[in-house]
């Protein structure tokens, strides 16, 4: 079935550094792909997505870049801040499966330090 | 304010007696869905609907009931909770079916069954 893999976390990095968490998937036919990021005690949020090859999501200085060659998606930002401390979730819609479901993988937590 | 609002947030209780997590949001979308998180095994789907009185199982069904007899309403049930079910509970919600695959989460009900 389908599948999303990210690195295991926690990542841990200082204030301004640059940051990959990396995200392949398996998946049947041509899925959507997203970042979705979760803030301490909050709900998950979306916070880019792509929905064909080679597209490039971005938001709030993140972005991503569907990779349909290396089934990646990899989450990038160049300067990370102390308030991007979150668990990220990489996850896909196959459409495969059931409608409007999300298939995500486990959870990246990224700590910034000042 | 947008927004899916769960209720409890926080919930401690004993095997066997039931308890439903109450869901609500205000933006009119015809999709909702629960999902628990575990640690170790990201999110997980219970139950969605695609709208009123529309319902149907995702990957791990077992142990809950769902209604939804209001389109801004969905109530997760525990008719007879275990330990096995202590987890974080979100629901989510979205517009067009949720073939945008972009979810609106609630802020978490964190459910303790001892």
């Known amino acids: 079935g389908d599948s999303v893999t990210q690195m295991e976390g926690p990542v841990t990095l200082s204030e301004e550094a640059f940051l990959t968490i990396n995200c392949t998937y398996t998946?049947?036919?041509?899925?959507?792909l997203f970042w979705y990021v979760q803030y301490p005690g909050e709900g998950l949020q979306l916070l880019l997505k792509?929905?064909?090859?080679?597209d490039k999501g971005s938001n709030k200085g993140f972005e991503a870049t569907y990779r349909k060659e290396t089934t990646s998606f990899h989450l990038e930002k160049g300067s990370v801040q102390v308030s991007d401390s979150a668990v990220y979730f990489c996850?896909?819609?196959?459409?495969?499966?059931?409608?409007?479901?999300?298939?995500f993988g486990k959870g990246t937590k990224l700590s910034v330090k000042p | 304010e947008a927004q899916v609002t769960q209720n409890p947030r926080y919930l401690i209780t004993v095997t066997g007696k039931k308890l439903t997590v109450t869901c609500s949001q205000n933006m009119n979308h015809e999709y909702m869905s629960w999902y628990r998180q575990d640690p170790g095994l990201g999110l997980r789907q219970i139950y969605y609907s695609m709208n009123v009185e529309v319902t149907d199982k995702g990957d791990v069904p077992e142990g809950y009931k769902v209604s939804r007899k209001e389109k801004r309403n969905f109530p997760l049930i525990l008719e007879s909770p275990s330990p096995n079910q202590t987890s974080l509970y979100f629901c989510?919600?979205?517009?067009?079916?949720?073939?945008?695959?972009?979810?609106?989460f609630g802020e978490g009900s964190r459910l303790t069954v001892l």
């Open positions: 792509a929905t064909k090859a080679d």
């Open positions: 998946a049947t036919g041509y899925p959507s």
């Open positions: 996850a896909l819609r196959s459409y495969g499966g059931s409608q409007g479901n999300l298939i």
């Open positions: 989510a919600s979205s517009p067009a079916g949720g073939n945008t695959g972009e979810l609106f």
